[in-house]
């Protein structure tokens, strides 16, 4: 097949026109049944600007072979932090290559480390009374990392449990959950974000608090009350503390959130809303021509908690605010601005400028341009109405979700219904909603395979925007990988946006199913890679190992080393409750060991210098094997003892 076929659409491209054809299908089916067709039919293809990549994104839009190959022993430019989805954890991969680095378990459990095994995690994940842990599942969606002056620090990563409301904060530099803290008063805890500066002292240049918008409305307290009675329920906008991982407020709020952004001044957190008609159906949530998005002044909730104006809700002691509209009529007191958008908006991005929130139109084929400078203007009392802060309103085609930017002015967002990217510019959007009817605002589009829901673009969340690579993450494979049953890998494409047309460089595969992720450079990231023994307070050295019995509690200290446990029998007797506590001595960085016993469930792993224990009842008589599940040495088969359990 030569270059005039592949443009022309022919060989092996029209196979892929079918399944683009079949998953278009699917999709406006789908839509159509909740209603929406009517609404996205009102978007005109051929009044869009440039025209559809189609299939040739696979030919004159793509990398040639091996241009952006990592060479074996040769390391990635950058890291991508994403969310794993359902499966509750936090991936890490390198880009370009795409390779899968690290999943670093959340609210899941994982006993490949001992996550959710280990006495140390379990106390991080919450137990209930009897021990066992409180919760066992999660569902993240967004990771986003801590800044300092714009950009990341490379400290922390916060993400969010929209299934049980909790959010956890993981330590970068050892790539580990060291916190997690449940929300009080809240369903379906979706969007989070980190603001990027104390928004009360200037002086403060780094993260302080984490936003956290909840996206399903609920009696409060939820304790059997108002159950039939929707229009009692309501929403609660959190702040948590960056450091402290405490809940210093909520916010009532008209309506629901879904996404979070935070500006770069620190002052405001905006949180697009498809619910503000406050429904408990799909249809009565789209009833209403308009939503809003949200924006919330930060220093003014803080005020107003200091004033004394704020109440609890049922056993919380979180001080709660009221930011509905109703008790915010006049702007210059206002703790809240909501902007009129299209129905049901999906996504919120701030520009790397500061300059711009935009909010996607997903029923609506349009994304809103909202000016963080005219929100500020509303609060000053200086906006006849809110909808003024909207600077522009592009059209950008079918099912816009989320935007990247690159740093130079253009915005990139997800079509989920047309499976595109579209590049669009943002200052030429603004000249055609002033009223520049020459202005074209789509620069671009690209295919991508199939149905994209996130994308992101590199360092684009900071001020140090790149504008090198978007990363799609798109939420149907259907058939671009070897088939696995019918549950299908999801797909991300890698596709470079340095030069004027965007082009697709290669898939790489993604564990059902990640979210958001955030592209960031490969120099700001720092770990430590030998952990340091004093971190660990419970650490055992040589000469304090040994077992030691209270009552029916046992104690076993164990100080291994390579290929040894340093104890050949543990002899503990039925009913006993028994802790275990193991001390990697090791000091050679990749030198793990691992802990399981024979039927006993316990599995875990200590990298170098570190401590971790387990506690279980001695409840099967007989004896049983410990061993190291983790290859270390070449005596690694032979690392095991015996744990024997007495009548
Ligand atoms: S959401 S596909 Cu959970 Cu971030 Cu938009
Ligand atoms: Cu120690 Cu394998
Ligand atoms: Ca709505």
Redesign the pocket.
Known sequence: MNETDLQNGKGDLLPDEGRRKFLGTTATVTLAGAGLAMGLAACKKSEQGAPAAGTAAEGSHAATGGEFDVAPGKLDSYYIFS?G?HNGDVRIYGLPSGRLLKQIPVFNQDCMVGWGITNESKKILGTKPDGTLKYTTGDT??VHGSYTDGTYDSKYLFTND?LNCRIARIRMDRMEVDAITELPNVQGF??IFPDKRDPVDEKINHTTRVFCGDEFHIPQPNDGRDLDDPKKWFCLFTCVDAESMEVRWQLKVDGNM??IATSYDGKLAAANQYNTEGGAVAADMMSAERDACLFVNVARVEAAIKAGKSFTIGDSKVPVVDGTKEANKDPKTALTCYVPVPKNP??VNISPDGKYFVCSGKLSPTATVIATELVHKFFEGELKDARDAVVAEPEIGLGP??TGFDGKGNAYT?L?LDSQIVKWNVDKAIAQFKGDKSAQPVLDRIDVHYQ???GYTSMGETKEADGKFFNS?N?FSKDRFLPVGPLHVETEQLIDISGEKMRLLHDHTAYPEP??AIIVRADIVKTRQVSDMKDFPNAVGFKDAGITRDGNKVTVKIASQAPNYGVDVVKVKKGDEVTIILTNHDNVEDLTHGFGIEKYNINFIVNPQETHSVTFKADKVGLFWFYCTHFCHALHLEMRSRFIVEK
């Open positions: 969310s989805g969606h967004h929209k979706h969007g879904d996404l999906h996504g979700l989320h997800t989920f994209p829901g996130h993450g939420k979210h958001d």
